[in-house]
C-alpha cells in the first residue's frame, strides 16, 4: 500500500528530521510531515542557526572597533542592518535544503502540511489519511506568552521577529534572563541598542552554576547592557513616542516604568500540541501541557515522543539525541539517551558552557565533590587572542575522582565543553584529563589545568 509506513514523524525540527534520517538508514519506511513551508524546525528557521549567524556577524563587527587598536589594527566598519539580515535569511534557505537533500538520500517521503493523530496507526494531513505501524510526535515548542503582553511581532517581538528587524532599536528591553534574551539581546548591544533585561527571578540564567552566573552577569554590566533583576512585567503600554513597559517588584510593589521602542519577550517556550489529536487516543500530558512517556513511548502503544514536546531541557541536540534513540528503538535496537551528559552552551561572547551537575545541586544531593578552576587570564593563547576574560571549573568526585560537572565561560566554551562530555561519557576522572596531553599554545589548556587544580597541582597560575 502506497501510503502506509513503518513510521510517521510529525515534526521536523532537529528530534524530527534526526529520526527521519536515522529510520531511513535502518531501513525503515518513513514519512516525516511538517506545516512549515521549510524543514528544520524552529532551530533552524528562527532560532538557533539564524541568531548564531547574527552573533557571528555583530561580534566581528565589535572586535574590529573595540578591539582592533589593541593589537595594531586600524579599520573603518559599518553595519548595514537589511544586508545583515538577508544574509542570514540566505544561510538558513542553504541550510534547510540542505536536509532536503538528506531526505532524498535516505529515502524520508517529506509530507507537506499540518498533521495529526487520527488514530493509534493513523495519521491525518490536510484531509488526507496515512497509515502507520509509529507514529513520532516531534512537533517541538512554541514562544510562551506573558499575561498583559501581546506578541505583534513589529514593536513587540518574539525571538522570531527580534531576528528581522530592519535597524536598530534604540532602546530594548528584554523580558527574561535566560538564553534567547541573553543572545538576541547581546546582538543588538552590539549593534548600538541600550539593552535593559528585566528578569522575575533575582538571578540571570537560574539553572546555572552559581558561580557562573555571578561572572555572567558581571561581564554582561560592563559590556553595557542593564538588569532590573527581582522585578515583573506587568504590562506594556504603546504611544506613538514607543513603548513604557510596567513594572513592579516581584514581590509586590515598587512600581517602575521604563522606556523602549522594542520590547522582546522571551520568558521561554511551551509544548506545541494544539490541534495534534492527542485526546483523540487518549495520550496523557502534564501540568504543563508536556506528553507523559516512558523511554519516549507515550501512554499509546506505537506513539512516541521526543524533543521540546516532553520533559528535560528545550535543547535541539537533546531532541536529535532522542530522535536518534527512538528510531534505534522502533528497528528492536537498544536507544538511549545520557541525560547527565547533555552541553548547554549561551553563544554569546566570550560563550558560557556547562555539562553534568552544578555545584548548588551536588550539594543537595549530598555528594561529596572537589573542584579545580583555571582562570583565562592565564592562558598564553587567550591572552595572545585578546580573550581572556572567564574560567574554566571542573567539578569531581570527592572519593571516586570521577568528573561529574564542568562550566566554563570564556573564549570558545561550546567547543571546550565537549572536551569534558566526551569524558564524563567514559566516566573519566579528573586525573585522566590532568594527565591528557594537550596542545600548546590552545585555549584547550584551562580545561586541562582546571583537571589539574582538583588535586592542586595546577602548573600555569
Known amino acids: 500500500m502506497a501510503d502506509q509506513y513503518d513510521v510517521i514523524i510529525i515534526g521536523a525540527g532537529p528530534g524530527g528530521y534526526n529520526c527521519a534520517i536515522r529510520c531511513g538508514q535502518l531501513g525503515l519506511k518513513v514519512a516525516c510531515v511538517e506545516s512549515r513551508e521549510t524543514l528544520g524546525g524552529t532551530c533552524l528557521n528562527v532560532g538557533c542557526m539564524p541568531s548564531k549567524a547574527l552573533l557571528h556577524a555583530t561580534e566581528l563587527y565589535e572586535t574590529a572597533q573595540k578591539d582592533f587598536p589593541a593589537m595594531g589594527l586600524k579599520a573603518t566598519v559599518e553595519a548595514d ?23 532524498k538520500k535516505n529515502k524520508v517521503d517529506h509530507i507537506r502540511g499540518f498533521g495529526k493523530i487520527k488514530s493509534k496507526g493513523e495519521v491525518e494531513v490536510d484531509g488526507k489519511v ?11 515548542s512554541d514562544v510562551a506568552k506573558l499575561p498583559g503582553v501581546e506578541i505583534d511581532e513589529k514593536t513587540i517581538v518574539s525571538s522570531t521577529g527580534a531576528l528581522e528587524l530592519q535597524e536598530v532599536p534604540k532602546n530594548l528591553l528584554v523580558i527574561g534572563g535566560g538564553v534567547i534574551g541573553l543572545e538576541l539581546g547581546s ?27 555571578k561572572a555572567a552577569i558581571r561581564m554582561f554590566k560592563k559590556q553595557g547592557m542593564k538588569f532590573e533583576l527581582s522585578r515583573k512585567v506587568m504590562g506594556v503600554e504603546k504611544s506613538k513616542s514607543g513603548l513604557k513597559v510596567k513594572t513592579e517588584a516581584a514581590d509586590g510593589g515598587k512600581p517602575k516604568d521604563i522606556d523602549a521602542d522594542i520590547v522582546l519577550v522571551s520568558i521561554g517556550r511551551t509544548a506545541y500540541t494544539d490541534g495534534l489529536g492527542l485526546e483523540t487516543v487518549g495520550i496523557e500530558t502534564d501540568k504543563r501541557g508536556r506528553v507523559k512517556h516512558d523511554h519516549w513511548k507515550t501512554s499509546v502503544d506505537g506513539i512516541w515522543a521526543i524533543g521540546d514536546v516532553i520533559d528535560g531541557p528545550m535543547l535541539a541536540h537533546k531532541a536529535e539525541e532522542e530522535g536518534v534513540a ?14 547527565a551528559v547533555i552541553p548547554d552552551v549561551v553563544y554569546t561572547h566570550p560563550e ?71 569524558a564524563m561519557e567514559f566516566r573519566a576522572s579528573s586525573e585522566d584529563l590532568a594527565r591528557t596531553c594537550h596542545a600548546h599554545p590552545t585555549v584547550s589548556e584551562a580545561v586541562r589545568q582546571a583537571a589539574m587544580d582538583v588535586e592542586g597541582w595546577a602548573m600555569q597560575m
Do not use: C
Not at 543588538?188 to 557562573?212: F, H
Not at 527512538?326 to 541525560?339: C, F, K, L, P, T
Open 81 to 103: 542592518v537589511p544586508a545583515m539580515i538577508e544574509s542570514k535569511n540566505k544561510i538558513v534557505t542553504g541550510l534547510t535544503q540542505g536536509i532536503e537533500y538528506l531526505f
Open 130 to 140: 496515512y497509515k502507520t505501524k509509529n507514529i513520532v510526535i516531534a512537533t517541538g
Open 187 to 213: 546582538v543588538w548591544r552590539r549593534l548600538g541598542a541600550k539593552v535593559t533585561v528585566v528578569e522575575y527571578m533575582p538571578t540571570i540564567m537560574v539553572n546555572s552554576d552559581k558561580e557562573i552566573q
Open 326 to 339: 527512538v528510531a534505534e528503538s522502533i528497528a528492536g535496537q537498544s536507544g538511549h539517551v545520557n541525560y
Open 352 to 422: 558560557i558552557a556547562s555539562v553534568g551537575q552544578t555545584e548548588e545541586e551536588l550539594k543537595e544531593a549530598g555528594i561529596p565533590y572537589k573542584k579545580g578552576k583555571f582562570p583565562f587570564t592565564a592562558n598564553s593563547r587567550a591572552r595572545a587572542n585578546h580573550e581572556a576574560e572567564g574560567f574554566a571549573k571542573i567539578l569531581a568526585h570527592a572519593e571516586t575522582d570521577e568528573i561529574l560537572g564542568a562550566h566554563i565561560l570564556g573564549p570558545l566554551a561550546g567547543d571546550l565543553i565537549h572536551e569534558v562530555a566526551v
